[in-house]
């Protein structure tokens, strides 16, 4: 090298900057690459899957209090509000399943979510009997009903949503 003229070292030299600084540059787009997937997974899929599972949970929880205004409280008008609110709180739960069904894609997902659409059924299918009963003047039935019944498959739901929220954000 020492024989080489001055600036037949400075070009050599500077071709040797400038493919360094291109292997730099490349190196740079690959990790923005990368960073940009994870952060479109975060945004299109997790934050929306967090949120509807929020919904599912808050959900569950409006239907529990509202049973239990319906056995507790007396006016019409307020039995009337527990039904309404009910009603629309699984309306809001159904598009809310039609959402994470759409979203969630592995299998362990999938199965979490099966066992949640499987505790909601009968969570549904047990607060439709109970609301029946307070309804046919059975209240003392209606009550054991939910305590014995309803209460531990409600539980059942919630801690399957918890599951996938948990399983949601590895």
Same mark, same amino acid.
């Given at each position: /090298?020492?024989?080489?003229?001055?600036?037949?070292?400075?070009?050599?030299?500077? %071709?040797? /900057?400038?493919?360094? @600084? !291109? !292997?730099?540059?490349?190196?740079?787009?690959?990790?923005?690459?990368? *960073?940009?997937? %994870?952060?479109?997974?975060?945004?299109?899929?997790?934050?929306?899957?967090?949120?509807? @599972?929020?919904?599912? %949970?808050?959900?569950?929880?409006?239907?529990?209090? *509202?049973?239990?205004?319906?056995?507790?409280?007396?006016?019409?008008?307020?039995?009337?509000?527990?039904?309404?609110?009910?009603? %629309?709180?699984?309306?809001?739960?159904?598009?809310?399943?039609?959402?994470?069904?759409?979203?969630?894609?592995?299998?362990?997902?999938?199965?979490?979510?099966?066992?949640?659409?499987?505790?909601?059924?009968?969570?549904?299918?047990?607060?439709? *009997?109970?609301?029946?009963?307070?309804?046919?003047?059975?209240?003392?039935?209606?009550?054991?009903?939910?305590?014995?019944?309803?209460?531990?498959?409600?539980?059942?739901?919630?801690?399957?949503?918890?599951?996938?929220?948990?399983?949601?954000? *590895?």
């Amino acid at each position: /090298m020492n024989k080489l003229k001055i600036s037949t070292r400075l070009a050599v030299a500077f %071709a040797i /900057m400038v493919l360094l @600084l !291109a !292997a730099l540059g490349s190196v740079a787009l690959l990790r923005s690459a990368t *960073q940009r997937a %994870a952060l479109d997974d975060i945004v299109d899929m997790r934050i929306p899957i967090t949120k509807s @599972l929020g919904m599912v %949970a808050d959900g569950v929880n409006v239907q529990a209090i *509202q049973l239990r205004n319906l056995a507790i409280f007396s006016s019409e008008a307020i039995t009337k509000s527990s039904r309404e609110r009910i009603t %629309a709180v699984r309306g809001t739960l159904a598009e809310q399943f039609k959402v994470l069904d759409s979203l969630i894609r592995t299998d362990k997902g999938r199965e979490i979510q099966t066992r949640m659409q499987q505790h909601r059924a009968e969570f549904l299918k047990l607060g439709d *009997q109970y609301i029946g009963m307070l309804q046919q003047g059975q209240k003392e039935e209606a009550l054991r009903l939910l305590e014995e019944t309803v209460r531990p498959v409600q539980l059942a739901y919630q801690a399957t949503i918890a599951e996938q929220v948990a399983y949601q954000a *590895q």
